[in-house]
């Protein structure tokens, strides 16, 4: 007897968003050892000058993914076809000009730490990311035209190949006593690079001359779908990158490498969530622009009720496993700080529910409503962490207010989109 219709697409849908999740968690898990290599080699001054320039990337990150990814899973609905390839030209002259002044801005900072006296470590830590910047986004950028051609297998074979690069480079860097976070940093630019390499050969893209008009047209289509979503990206970074910087402030560089020591614990199911995320936006997208309103009610609901789950069963790990967790990761030099764990478990529990809710809003184009709860995740998260609670219980302050930060936006996403809890 066949199976319905219905019931083969989401198995259809789970198998691609397994290996959508495969992708992104092997590129997670790679870059994920390598920050457990660092903690465990550095003083908690050079690890947290490691984490200070990852809030900097994070923060470049989500207005590049609002006005060059969202747009494009959203808007780019023909594939396989000279057209989309155009398209990908397009998007690859848009991104070199958002990041090249991101990169810039990267360095002049640099330059700033250099020249009011900061510890050598950081400032070199922002030349290097600066230079960088360009290439890991560009990363992120082929791995979205993957998801839309729905051949997440390929960013797949990607990820490979940088995760072989970067466990050969931690390798010799560690056998020959040079791994220091300027020296993997680099690494990480070599092997993104290589592996941009890869996708282009790939994708067969070759030479054209992109024509001025429709270029002007793509920024302004991208503009038109990103502009909100750029407002949220800029909250989104406050609120989530924000508390770090503030603790840094407040209690020095070594503070802000033990809270990304704590927060390494739930990188691999934060990668989850948005490499599931990624996957689904564009096929929900898809359902509304073919008005298949079922359709897309299911499979929203399916996506939904995935990320949650994970993150449930990834927080009921951390709280049985935190010691030995902490003990095998960090050999105990974070054990004072173990307690952290499950906090940011539950962040990324909250963060599934956003991002649950959000597809909803984001396929049917009213990136206006998420726009209005990232507004409250940054103002909860800068207010109340930065006036109470950092200040108040220092490292322990930041998990509890990122986690605010996200019920408030997922209170006010339900609130102005109207989502049926049930």
Known sequence: ???PFLEKGLIKLSQKGGVAILDQGLYSLINFIANIILARSLIQEEYGAFAIVFAIYALCYHPYSALILEPMSVLLQSRHTDEFRKHIQEHLLLHFVLTAPFGLLIIVCG???WKIGQIRVLYQSFFIMGAIIPIILLYWLFRQIFYILEKPSISLSGSLIYSIGMATSLGFLSYTHRLTTNSVLISMGINNLLVCVFFVLLLRIGKSVINQLNFRQRVINNWKYGKWMVLSAVFISIATEGPILILSGISGVGAAG????????IRPIQI?????????????????????????RNKNRFFQIMLVSLAIAYELVIIVFRHPIERFLYDGNYSEYVNLFPLWGLVAIAMSLLYGYSLRVKARQQPQIYSYASMAFGAISMLLGGIVLIPLWNVWGVPITVLAGYIGAIFFLLLFSKIDLK
């Open 272 to 296: 989850s969530i948005i490499s599931i995320s990624s996957y689904a936006l564009p096929v929900l997208s898809r359902e509304i622009g073919e008005n298949r309103e079922p359709q897309f």
């Open 111 to 113: 330059l700033v730490l």
């Open 1 to 3: 007897m066949k199976k």
């Open 258 to 265: 033990i809270i990304r020591a704590a927060k390494n614990i």
